[in-house]
Every structure is written in structure tokens, then in C-alpha cells.
């Protein structure tokens, strides 16, 4: 009797990315209230850091990415927890462009602790009108900074 095939091998998971990889760093101060009953700190924390990522990025100090009638809104997250995060410390944020589209752009981010990336994260914003609440276009000036952080092939 022949044996049975065996199972075709899974794809081993990619690497984790290092600090290096990301054009745009933030950092936070973690707080005694962001841990949770496992003395962690708390899953729903990890999106709030990306948030500081994305907005230091969205809302920089040399202007806004968004039209003056626009405003940007978070279409899509996908985080991935890749380790615990333990008070006290602060953590790192990586954030880059990684798709570019009409009204909308993609981004990749990381977050670190003591140089261990502990979570990975893809989110599209998308650019929508203030009274239409509909996508709009991206404006020239949005894209040539975007560009400036667009990831380059890995």
C-alpha cells in the first residue's frame, strides 16, 4: 500500500520589518492605563498608536495632505500582533507609503519596543469631500509628498 501524498508546506511567514524601513518615525509613552488584566499592554492601545503614525504623517507641521474641503477617513485597518507590549516604555511607530490612488493612499506601519517589532499594519485613508462625504482626489501637492514616502520594492 503506497502512503498518502503529504500535505503541501505552508508559506513560512515574512520577516519582520526593522525601524530602518520606515521614512516617518513617531513615538509614545506607554501608561500604566494602557495595560490590561495580563499586565500587557491592551490590543485596542496598539491601534491608537498607528493613529499617532498616521496623523503625524496626514497633519504634519508643513501642512495638511487633505484639501481644504476635504477631510481623510480610515477606510481600512488590518493590524497583525506579532508580541506583547509591556509598561513602563515607550514604542516606536514606522509608518510608509505603500499604494498610492486617486483619492486614497495605503500605508504600512509598524509598531517597536526596545527595537522587537511587536505588530505590523496596513491601512488605507481615503480623501472625501466635507459635504459630498464622497472620495475626492488627491491633490498634486498630496501626491508629491506621498511619493516622497513611497515604499521602495522590498
Known sequence: ???PPSPPS???PPSPPSLADFPLVAQEKLRYSDTDRQGHINNAVF??????GR???LYAQDGVLHEPA?????ASLHLDFLDEVHWPGAVKI?????KIGRSSVTLGQAIFQDDRC???????????????????PLSEHALAKLNTLLAKAR
Not at 491601534?47 to 499617532?52: G, I, R
Not at 476635504?70 to 480610515?74: E, N, R
Open 70 to 74: 476635504c477631510s481623510v477617513v480610515i
Open 47 to 52: 491601534a491608537t498608536m498607528l493613529e499617532t
Open 1 to 3: 500500500m503506497a502512503n
Open 118 to 136: 511587536v505588530a505590523t499594519s496596513t491601512s488605507v485613508i481615503v480623501q472625501v469631500g466635507l459635504e459630498s462625504r464622497r472620495a475626492e
Open 94 to 98: 514606522g509608518t510608509r507609503v505603500e
Open 55 to 57: 496623523v503625524e504623517l
Open 10 to 12: 505552508l508559506p513560512s
